[in-house]
């Protein structure tokens, strides 16, 4: 079975810095999509950024970057120029066929954004 | 858009009752998703619905038990609820095609479930 660990269960981050949040998993497929989803205190889930496998091009959305090391399993988001807006619940998540299959989700961390 | 709409929002239910959670997708959306996301955990799959059938199933015991309409929005039922039920419970849509695996699934704001 497929899994998901993220390490971190709180992180903070100054205003401005950046901050890397760390996500490995483990999985027997080729072919498989990861995401990394932003959980506020409004309790709806956000899709933040998105890599393909298959893809050997670390993705990037605006502030948004992943480093993706499929070898070691290994999917780390990063943010830059932290904004008080990203403080929330972050996950890692896991789905063999994109979005519209099922996710696999880990714990979750907890990031602190502080003025 | 409305986006994906849950009803209620929050709930709260005694032992051995059932209940019945509603979710209507993203507008252009085909497929259902429920997930089920305990307090300090994260989301577990527990089952999926297209073309008004169950497609995909996660480790959840039959009490769980679902429904797609032909409109596309759907329902979740437990019954004989638990303590451990006590959660709150997100629906996704998303849409499935030739291009599935480039859609994204959205969330609703969930339904907060406290078993008593």
């Known amino acids: 079975a497929q899994t998901v660990t993220q390490s971190q269960p709180e992180m903070s981050v100054q205003e401005a810095e950046t901050v890397t949040l760390s996500c490995t998993y483990d999985t027997s497929e080729s072919d498989y999509y990861l995401f990394w989803y932003k959980q506020p205190p409004s309790r709806q889930m956000i899709l933040v950024i998105r890599q393909e496998a298959y893809k050997q091009q670390n993705a990037t959305e605006n502030r948004f970057s992943v480093n993706f090391q499929k070898a070691a399993k290994s999917f780390s988001l990063k943010i830059s120029d932290s904004q008080l807006g990203d403080a929330a619940m972050y996950f890692c998540a896991y789905s063999t066929g994109g979005s519209n299959y099922k996710l696999t989700f880990g714990k979750g961390t907890l990031l602190t954004v502080n003025p | 858009d409305a986006g994906v709409t849950q009803s209620p929002t929050h709930l709260i239910k005694t032992r051995g009752q059932q209940v019945t959670l509603r979710c209507s997708p993203k507008?252009?959306?085909?497929?259902v998703s429920w997930y089920q996301q305990a307090l300090g955990q994260g989301p577990q799959f527990i089952f999926q619905?297209?073309?008004?059938?169950?497609?995909q199933r996660g480790n959840f015991p039959d009490r769980f038990s679902g429904h797609q309409f032909p409109n596309y929005s759907s329902e979740l039922n437990v019954n004989a609820l638990l303590l451990g039920d006590s959660a709150l419970y997100l629906c996704a849509s998303s849409l499935a095609g030739a291009e599935r695996k480039n859609t994204e699934a959205f969330f609703g704001q969930g339904t907060r479930l406290t078993v008593v």
């Open positions: 619905y297209y073309e008004e059938e169950e497609r």
């Open positions: 507008s252009g959306h085909d497929t």
